[in-house]
């Protein structure tokens, strides 16, 4: 009797200790999320766009090196970054394919996932810099040469371009502290090809 007494309590500190190094499912779904939550990255810290700072979405720029079903992986200056797709996700624009292509990922502030994706300005852009075009005006993508009172110059794939300035001239924006000069610029030309507006953005600057 003596025997078995001692069997039994030992059975019953075996299966106690058991119980104790178990995790129960509870433990391993907090365990899963908080990995997850550290292998989440913030993406604000690889964006140029103003919005990053306030609520709104933001962008990212870069160049695509993979898409998958439920994410993007793109170059943004020498670092490779994942981004997950949203449900809604979409590509903007006719493109079949955009592998190796400056894009613009627009991400959801709220989530951190990729909402849209299109090619940059610079990527549309034809030799003679031109990314946009409709029945009333023009919209080209080039670097900063100079500027006079009455015109523009800026350098494209098919070299220096000058533009007369309209009356109604203005720069859209925030122009950056230093000179403009040797920066990229976007310019909107009218109909009769006078320069309308200039605007610098800091996503078209250092991108490669």
Known sequence: MRIK??????LLSFGLIACSTEKSPKDNSDSSDHTHKQAQ???KQYSQDPDKDSDQDFDLVGRLIEESDDQINININGKEVLIPKSKSFAVKGSHNNLKNQLVKVEIGNHNQQAEEMELTALAKADRDGVYEKNDDETKIIGKYISETDKDITIQVKNGDKKYLKSPDYKIEGKLPSKQLKGKIVRLELQKNNKVKSLEYKQEDQNVK
């Open 41 to 43: 990255q913030d993406l």
């Open 5 to 10: 007494m001692i069997v039994l309590i030992c």
